[in-house]
């Protein structure tokens, strides 16, 4: 059998053939996995003054509303699946929409995005309304100890879904100021994306603790 000659030209095809994880998105991984252990400690608080203060907790949870609290919850799950389907587009690199705004099928990774940019604000805007009936209502943030940490957990979360709705607008930004639609771009998406899913994810868990655990 013949050997085969390795030339550094066929070494760098090699190289450039072996797929590896893009930086951008382990990095953002290993970034959400710290915000993991930042949420924790917000749910560490809450059930320490459930333990600590029963009677308080079942005082407060009566001024909760549930199903609104439902139906905004709703509304961010839903904006999750906006957000994949932007990817999906992205994937393809198809940054936007092919035919009629109202043909969804044929929607573009802008047209996705925005959607559950103003699916997000809107879950933000519900936040807001219910802050400021649990305050009509003699719960401001200062009021005791179950307020205080109601508003503190939650009203990071909110921040954090500020935060997406940024990067959402950077990323649709980003597309209109490139000629080009690349790996760059699908990667932005991508990564904008895990947030998201990540930001979802916990609030469906805060959802259940603060709403349904009483």
Request: net charge neutral; no cysteine.
């Amino acid at each position: 059998m013949g050997s085969v000659t390795t030339t550094p030209a066929t070494y760098n095809q090699a190289l450039r053939s072996v797929k590896r994880p893009d930086p951008v998105a382990v990095g953002t991984i290993v970034w959400l996995g710290s915000e993991v252990m930042f949420f924790a400690g917000l749910f560490a608080i809450y059930f320490t003054i459930r333990n600590t203060s029963p009677g308080l907790w079942e005082e407060r949870t009566e001024l909760l509303n549930v199903t609104f609290a439902a139906v905004n919850t709703a509304i961010l799950v839903f904006s999750s699946v906006t957000a994949q389907a932007g990817v999906f587009a992205a994937e393809r690199f198809q940054p936007y929409r092919k035919g009629s705004i109202w043909n969804f099928r044929q929607w573009g990774m802008v047209e996705w995005f925005f959607a559950s940019f103003i699916l997000g604000a809107i879950f933000v805007s519900g936040q807001v309304w219910e802050y400021a009936t649990l305050v009509a209502e003699n719960m401001a943030i200062s009021a005791d100890s179950y307020a205080s940490a109601f508003y503190i957990t939650t009203g990071f979360h909110a921040l954090h879904v500020t935060g997406g709705l940024i990067a959402f607008l950077l990323v649709i930004g980003r597309a209109y100021a490139v000629k080009n639609f690349g790996r760059k771009e699908m990667t932005s998406a991508i990564v904008v994306s895990y947030y998201w899913h990540f930001v979802d994810v916990v609030w469906l868990v805060l959802f259940g603790v603060i709403y349904f655990l009483k």
